[in-house]
C-alpha cells in the first residue's frame, strides 16, 4: 500500500487531531545529500545478501506465500492470515501529504492528502523495537517541495531544515503493515494462487523495503488491543489444526484448516487481528477431523467455552495461555476460489 492507496483505504473517514506535533528537527545537522533529486531510485535492502538473510530470518514467516488459514468465530468459518509472533506496541512512520480541503485526513490544520511518495519507516523486522503496527505521522509539504525523494527519517529531519515539509502532526490511529521480502505473496482468496498480492514499496534508511497493509484502528493506548485465540485439543490429544499437526483432517488437499476459534472478529470494538493464543482443552465431540469438514464443527464460537464468564465445567477442561502473542489479521470473508 503506497500513500494513494492508504488513502483509498481511509476514504470516508475524518481523522480529527488537537494540534501538530513538535517538530522532530530543530537541532538536525545539516546533511542535504539525505534529499535526493526527483526520480532517484533508492537501492533494495533485499539485493544486499546480509541484510537479506537477517530479514528473512527475523520476518516471523514461515514461507513467503502466505496462505488464508481457516479457523472459527461466533458459528461461521472464518479465514485468516498468520503473520507470526509481533510487537503490539505501534513504532512511527512517516507519510508526505499535501494540503487538500477535500482530503482524507483532517487536523485542525487543515485537511491533507497523501502524495505518491512510499511510507518511511525506521525499522523492520530483526531492528530493536520493530512493530508491524505503525502510527501514522504525517509531513506537509510546502511550494518549496518539488517531489524530492526522502528515504529516511534522517532525511526527513533535512526535508524539515530545507523547508520541504512543515512540522509534523501525529495521528490518533495506527495501521498493520508487517514487512517481507519482495518475492512475498499474500494469497487473497482460498487456495487460488493467482489472486496473490505482492507487496508494496516503503523507503527504510535510505533502502527500498516492501509490506503489506490490513486493518487500520483507533488507538491511543501505547499498545493496540491483544483478543484471545483457542487453540483446541481434545483431552490428552493434539490440536485440532493442520497446520500445527501437518495432518489434512478435511481432505481437501491441504493443511491449513483447524478447529481454532477466534473471540473477536472485525467489528468488535476491541478487533485488531493481534491475538494471544491459549491452549483449549476440552472433552470429546465432533470436530474438524470427525466431521472431514472445514466448516463443520460442534464447537465453532469461542463463547461455548464458557458459563457466565468462567470455563464451562461440562466442556472445558483446561485454559492456558502459551504466553505468544501473533499477528492475525482475519479476512472477512472472500469469495470461494473459482474451480
Known amino acids: 500500500m503506497n500513500l494513494v492507496a492508504f488513502s483509498l483505504l481511509c476514504a470516508g473517514a475524518a481523522w480529527v487531531l488537537p494540534a501538530c506535533i513538535d517538530p522532530l528537527a530543530s537541532d538536525a545537522v545539516e546533511r542535504p545529500e539525505l534529499v ?15 541484510k537479506r538473510a537477517a530479514l528473512d530470518r527475523a520476518d516471523g514467516l514461515d514461507d513467503d506465500y502466505i496462505a488464508l488459514r481457516s479457523a472459527f468465530a461466533r458459528g461461521e468459518r472464518v479465514w485468516y492470515w498468520d503473520l507470526g509472533p509481533a510487537s503490539p506496541a505501534p513504532i512511527p512512520l512517516y507519510m508526505l501529504v499535501l494540503a487538500d480541503p477535500q482530503g482524507v485526513f483532517e487536523t485542525r490544520a487543515g485537511r491533507f492528502s497523501p502524495l505518491p511518495h512510499p511510507p518511511i519507516f525506521d525499522a523492520i523486522p530483526g531492528d530493536p523495537g520493530y512493530s508491524p ?14 517531489d524530492q525523494v526522502i528515504g529516511s527519517f534522517a532525511a526527513m529531519d533535512e526535508a ?33 494462487r493467482l489472486s ?3 507487496p508494496s514499496e516503503a523507503y527504510y534508511k535510505g533502502t527500498a523495503v516492501y509490506y503489506f497493509s490490513f486493518d487500520v484502528i483507533d488507538v491511543t493506548d501505547p499498545t493496540v488491543p491483544i483478543a484471545p485465540v483457542y487453540t483446541v485439543r481434545r483431552e490428552g490429544g493434539e490440536p485440532l489444526s493442520e497446520p ?7 481432505s481437501d488437499g491441504d493443511q491449513l484448516d483447524s478447529n481454532d476459534l477466534f473471540a473477536q472478529v472485525p467489528g468488535d470494538a476491541g478487533y485488531s487481528g493481534m491475538v494471544e493464543l491459549y491452549d483449549a482443552v476440552v472433552t470429546d465431540g465432533e470436530f474438524i477431523d470427525r466431521s472431514g469438514s472445514d466448516a463443520t464443527s ?9 458459563i457466565d464468564g468462567e470455563p464451562d465445567p461440562t466442556r472445558t477442561v483446561a485454559l492456558q495461555s502459551e504466553g505468544v502473542i ?3 489479521p482475519i479476512r472477512t470473508p472472500p469469495p470461494e476460489a473459482t474451480p
Open 160 to 192: 524539515f531544515r530545507q523547508g520541504l515539509v512543515s512540522a509534523s502532526i501525529r495521528l490518533p490511529m495506527t495501521i498493520n503493515c508487517p514487512v517481507v521480502l519482495p518475492e512475498a505473496r499474500l494469497e487473497k482468496v482460498p487456495g487460488d
Open 244 to 250: 500445527w499437526r501437518g495432518v489434512d483432517f478435511t
Open 298 to 306: 460442534e464447537l465453532d464460537d469461542a463463547a461455548q467455552l464458557f
Open 133 to 146: 503496527w505503525w502510527t501514522a505521522v504525517l509531513w506537509p509539504v510546502t511550494d518549496a517541495y518539488a
Open 36 to 50: 535526493l533529486a526527483a526520480g532517484s531510485e533508492l537501492p533494495d535492502l533485499s539485493d544486499d545478501p546480509i
Open 196 to 198: 496473490a498480492a505482492e
Open 326 to 328: 501473533v499477528n492475525r
